[in-house]
């Protein structure tokens, strides 16, 4: 779901640095080398890097399943396939885990049309959970609001009825990149009271990247809207913005159409474990996202964290080692739609919750991972700095104590674990995130099994080293690094913010922005 790109930035610090800077305790954290983990790791990069059949995974997940959005009966046959494979692989204890989506989606139709100043073609796609227009479509005047300053444009809706918003981003903006995202579902709510037709804008109302594409996505987190609400590409946005901001009348025909299905929708995470040898009830979760947008295969988001998974998985099982703690792969459902099968998870799991150790994900497109982000847990940053330097020769790659908390690492940061992202250098995700683009031609085979050889390390390596790696933090300790690190005002604004009052009054929280 997470966003990459330069017109949203994830909101973080460099608290990692800060875990660093402590003065040493007196013994020093061991790496592979010391703390004997290093020859099952040696045989699993084997196999994960010579014997891989990672890109095998993804080509079957991209090209025989295809598009799986949550709920529909693509997703379920992706749940099949997943189960399926993880049995092949030969995890225990393969199963699926149910949970309810609010309500199904389907995509149909979405044509427009300029009409005024000249007449041509326009290039859009509906974004997720969002509405139709009447049968047939509508001819409406297009107006401009600026998504840098809803404030402002939320005093004057009425200015709205009957017309086509489009979503321009003029000035400076007010607040971040995350705000604005949630201010837009406040917008979108208010323009359908106004009696708009429509609005041309992605999620948070953000313009399209070019290459002549659109990107679908939902606007909240589980949530829905009965108006339409489009992506245009930004070769044909660009002309509609030009003409209203010139001044010149502008009008568009749009036609729109998609159907919701009542809910609750029935839908499923795919589990599958590695159990531990000596603490097979400690779990270390090692996940990412099966569901996918539908404009292309869903290969890069997250076909590329699905099948690294199953890669991961085979790689272990197949060097023939058992690690002290149980490894449990889950391919989530619903994150595109807020996180919702990891939210599942942590719900479903509450009674084991303090036996996991965390959850590692990989979620941030087609490129090779550049960082280990310890979802705000300062304290194991330095635990890993040694293992960090040792798997470098794979692939050079950091460790440090970001969040990210826009993928399935969230739920577990938000219960107090390590959600750890597996950071990725993707420079062409803003294209191929939930666009046409999101395709098998997006992902380089050897970028894949060394992503996928990463997670296997790491997991292994957590799993199976002498001293368990964390256990949950007490939610004032989680609530205020959460402050610390900037996510309360984005996590309140969506409704995912769990704990109250605690973690204020802290040393650089940012107390005086709770209202
Ligand atoms: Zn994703």
Redesign the pocket.
């Known amino acids: ?2 966003k990459t790109g330069t017109k949203v930035a994830a909101t973080t610090l460099l608290c990692g640095m800060l875990a660093l800077a402590l003065p040493g305790t007196s013994q020093s954290p061991k790496g592979p080398d010391q703390d004997g983990t290093a020859p099952a790791l040696v045989k699993i990069a084997g196999e994960a890097l010579v014997e891989s059949h990672t890109f095998d995974y993804l080509t079957e997940l991209s090209d025989d399943i295809g598009p799986r959005v949550t709920g529909s009966p693509e997703a379920q046959r992706a749940i099949d396939w997943g189960a399926a494979k993880m049995r092949a692989i030969g995890l225990e204890n393969v199963h699926t885990e149910k949970f309810s989506v609010w309500r199904g989606w389907t995509r149909g139709t979405a044509q427009a049309e300029l009409l005024t100043p000249i007449r041509r073609p326009l290039h859009i796609d509906a974004m997720g959970w969002t509405g139709s227009t009447s049968a047939g479509g509508v001819d409406a005047e297009v107006v401009p609001a600026n998504n840098f300053n809803f404030d402002r444009e939320l005093k004057d809706m009425k200015r709205f009825k009957g017309k086509i918003i489009l979503i321009v981003s003029e000035g400076t903006p007010s607040k971040t990149g995350d705000m604005i995202l949630a201010q837009f579902c406040d917008f979108v709510r208010a323009a359908e009271k106004a009696g708009a037709i429509a609005i041309i804008g992605g999620q948070g109302g953000f313009g399209s990247e070019g290459m002549n594409l659109t990107h679908t996505g939902i606007l909240g987190f589980a949530a829905d809207f009965a108006l339409p609400v489009v992506s245009m590409t930004t070769e044909d946005q660009s002309q509609v913005e030009r003409d209203v901001l010139a001044g010149k009348p502008v009008r568009i025909h749009m036609n729109v159409q998609n159907t919701f299905t009542d809910g609750p929708v029935e839908s499923a995470n795919v589990v599958g474990e590695i159990r531990g040898r000596e603490h097979p009830e400690e779990v270390l979760v090692v996940g990412a ?1 099966l569901d996918s947008w539908d404009l292309s295969e869903g290969t890069t ?2 076909g590329m964290g699905s099948a690294s998974v199953l890669g991961a998985a085979e790689a272990i099982v197949k060097a023939g080692v058992r690690p002290r703690r149980t490894i449990r792969f889950v391919l989530f459902m619903g ?2 739609q807020g996180l919702l099968g990891s939210y599942a998870y942590v719900q479903q799991h509450q009674a084991e919750i303090a036996h996991h150790l965390g959850d590692l994900i990989l ?1 941030e497109g087609q490129g090779p991972v550049k960082e280990l982000q310890l979802g705000g847990r300062n304290d194991l940053v330095a635990a890993f700095q040694p293992f960090v330097r040792q798997m470098s020769d794979i692939h050079p790659f950091t460790v440090n104590d970001k969040v990210e908390f826009g ?1 399935d690492t969230g739920p577990f940061i938000a219960a107090g674990l390590p959600g750890i992202n597996m950071q990725q250098d993707s420079p062409d995700y803003k294209y191929t995130h939930h666009s046409a683009a999101d395709a098998l031609e997006a992902v380089k085979p050897d970028v894949l099994a060394q992503d996928a050889a990463l997670m296997a390390l790491t997991a292994y390596w957590v799993a199976d080293r002498p001293d368990r790696l964390a256990k949950p933090w007490p939610p004032e300790k989680t609530a205020r690094v959460l402050r610390e690190q900037n996510q309360y005002d984005m996590l309140k604004a969506f409704g995912l913010w769990p704990f109250g009052d605690k973690g204020r009054g802290q040393p650089n929280s940012n107390e005086g922005s709770e209202q």
């Open positions: 779901m997470r996202h988001d997250n994150e595109e979620d993928s």
